[in-house]
């Protein structure tokens, strides 16, 4: 769907599917080990260390933020992990959708969750506006 703004330039509109009650709960309960903030993002759950954002719900997945090595490792591991694309053909540097087979596994999903904090706690903070 595109819709023009007043400098003719096309502006992409996109209808996202909520997140389920459940999904956000279910992350919010595994984020008790890590000291992060949570934020709205996408309308959905975010987490967030040091201003970087790490992990949080869209649509029907989980996403991480993972660094490269990780990304690699496990998208070898679990074949359902992809991308994350909040838009179509524009995915979000470093980050990866992970479907529901993966965060069932609940130490594995632990696992990557750890993963996701220790990259975000690595990176340049980011300063408040």
């Given at each position: 769907?595109?819709?023009?703004?007043?400098?003719?330039?096309?502006?992409?509109?996109?209808?996202?599917?909520k997140v389920t009650p459940e999904l956000n709960v279910f992350l919010d309960e595994n984020m008790?080990?890590?000291?992060?903030?949570?934020?709205?993002?996408?309308?959905?759950?975010?987490?967030?260390?040091?201003?970087?954002?790490?992990?949080?719900?869209f649509e029907d997945s989980i996403i991480l933020r993972l660094s490269e090595v990780d990304r690699l490792e496990i998208t070898?591991?679990?074949d359902e992990v992809r991308p994350?694309?909040?838009v179509t053909g524009r995915p979000m540097k470093e980050y990866v959708t992970?479907?529901?087979?993966?965060?069932e596994q609940t130490d594995i999903f632990r696992m990557w969750l750890r993963r996701s904090y220790e990259y975000a706690s690595s990176l340049k903070p980011k300063e408040k506006k």
């Open positions: 769907m595109l819709r023009f703004a007043r400098n003719d330039r096309p502006e992409i509109l996109v209808k996202w599917k008790s080990a890590f000291n992060a903030v949570r934020r709205p993002m996408f309308g959905c759950n975010a987490y967030f260390v040091n201003g970087n954002m790490f992990t949080g719900t070898k591991t679990f994350f694309e909040p992970l479907p529901e087979s993966v965060y």
